[in-house]
C-alpha cells in the first residue's frame, strides 16, 4: 500500500531519499500492522511512501522519505518498536509459561497484563537502548540475541508466580499496583488518553485492545472519567481504584 501527502512527487531524483525497514520473520498481522498503523498515522504529513509487505517467510515494513524528516521517523520507530517488545512480546511470553488453572480467562488475563505493566517502563527503555540506531530492525533478532538478560528478568517474573495462585493473590497484586501508580490518565467514551492527551492502544499488543488494559499499562495513580464508561471498567476502577478515579 502506498500513500502520497500534500501533492508532493516523490522521485529519487530530486531528493536525498532514506528508508527505514522493520522485519518480522513469519507474518504476525498483530506486531507488524501496529507499527505500520503507527508510523503511518504519525508521518502521513510527510512526501513519504510506506508499504507492508511479505517475502517468503519474512514480513517487511518499509518507510522511504527525504534524509532530512528520517532522524524523527527512526526515533519514533524505535519508540514503537520499544513498545512491541516490552508489552507484546512480554505478554506473549507469559501467555506460554503461566497456564494460571486457578483463575479464570478474564482474571487471567488481567493478571498478565498487569504482570507486564509492573515494569514497563524499565523493559522499554532497556529494548529502546539496545536498538538505537539500527539501519534495519529485525524483531525477532533484536529479541533472541540482544536481551538476554530481559529474557532472563521475565524468567525470574515466571519462577515466582505460584501455578495455583488463586483470586485473592491476583486482586492483590493488582491493588499494589494500582496504589503505586504516578500521574493521570484520562478516559473519554471508552478511549484511553495520557497526560499530554495521545490516545493509547498498547493493549492491543497483548491481543485484546480495551480500556481496562490502557488503564493497567498506562501505570497511572488517578483516572479521570469523561462520557460514557461502560461496566466492566466502571466496576473495575471502582474496585482497584476507589476514589483515585473520578467520574465527571
Known amino acids: 500500500m502506498r500513500f502520497w501527502i500534500n501533492?508532493?512527487?516523490?522521485?529519487?531524483?530530486?531528493?536525498?531519499?532514506?528508508?527505514?525497514?522493520?522485519?518480522?520473520?513469519?507474518?504476525?498481522?498483530?506486531?507488524?500492522?501496529?507499527?505500520?498503523?503507527?508510523?503511518?498515522?504519525?508521518?502521513?504529513?510527510?512526501?513519504?511512501?510506506?508499504?507492508?509487505?511479505?517475502?517468503?517467510?519474512?514480513?517487511?515494513?518499509?518507510?522511504?522519505?527525504?534524509?532530512?524528516?528520517?532522524?524523527?521517523?527512526?526515533?519514533?520507530?524505535?519508540?514503537?518498536?520499544?513498545?512491541?517488545?516490552?508489552?507484546?512480546?512480554?505478554?506473549?511470553?507469559?501467555?506460554?509459561?503461566?497456564?494460571?488453572?486457578?483463575?479464570?480467562?478474564?482474571?487471567?488475563?488481567?493478571l498478565l497484563t498487569a504482570l507486564v505493566a509492573a515494569d514497563y517502563k524499565e523493559d522499554r527503555a532497556y529494548v529502546a537502548?539496545?536498538?538505537?540506531?539500527?539501519?534495519?530492525?529485525?524483531?525477532?533478532?533484536?529479541?533472541?540475541?540482544?536481551?538476554?538478560?530481559?529474557?532472563?528478568?521475565?524468567?525470574?517474573?515466571?519462577?515466582?508466580?505460584p501455578t495455583d495462585m488463586g483470586e485473592a493473590s491476583m486482586e492483590g497484586f493488582i491493588e499494589f499496583l494500582a496504589e503505586d501508580g504516578e500521574g493521570k490518565i484520562f478516559l473519554k467514551d471508552g478511549k484511553v488518553y495520557d497526560e499530554k492527551y495521545r490516545l493509547q492502544s498498547k493493549s492491543l499488543l497483548t491481543g485484546v485492545e480495551s480500556a481496562i488494559g490502557e488503564i493497567l499499562l498506562g501505570g497511572a495513580e488517578q483516572v479521570y472519567c469523561f462520557g460514557k464508561t461502560d461496566d466492566d471498567t466502571r466496576a473495575f476502577l471502582r474496585k482497584y481504584y476507589g476514589d483515585k478515579a473520578v467520574f465527571c
Not at 527505514?20 to 503511518?40: E, H
Not at 509487505?53 to 534524509?67: H, I, M, P, Y
Open 129 to 161: 537502548r539496545r536498538i538505537r540506531g539500527f539501519e534495519k530492525y529485525c524483531l525477532d533478532g533484536v529479541f533472541h540475541f540482544r536481551l538476554q538478560d530481559l529474557k532472563k528478568r521475565w524468567d525470574g517474573i515466571v519462577e515466582y508466580i
Open 7 to 110: 501533492n508532493f512527487i516523490f522521485s529519487a531524483y530530486n531528493n536525498v531519499v532514506e528508508e527505514i525497514t522493520i522485519t518480522q520473520n513469519g507474518f504476525d498481522g498483530l506486531y507488524m500492522s501496529y507499527l505500520y498503523g503507527k508510523v503511518r498515522e504519525r508521518f502521513s504529513f510527510l512526501p513519504s511512501e510506506c508499504d507492508l509487505n511479505k517475502q517468503g517467510e519474512v514480513t517487511e515494513l518499509a518507510f522511504k522519505t527525504e534524509s532530512a524528516y528520517c532522524p524523527y521517523v527512526r526515533k519514533f520507530a524505535e519508540e514503537n518498536i520499544a513498545d512491541v517488545i516490552a508489552v507484546g512480546y512480554k505478554y506473549a511470553y507469559f501467555d506460554k509459561r503461566l497456564p494460571l488453572p486457578m483463575l479464570t480467562k478474564m482474571q487471567r488475563r488481567l
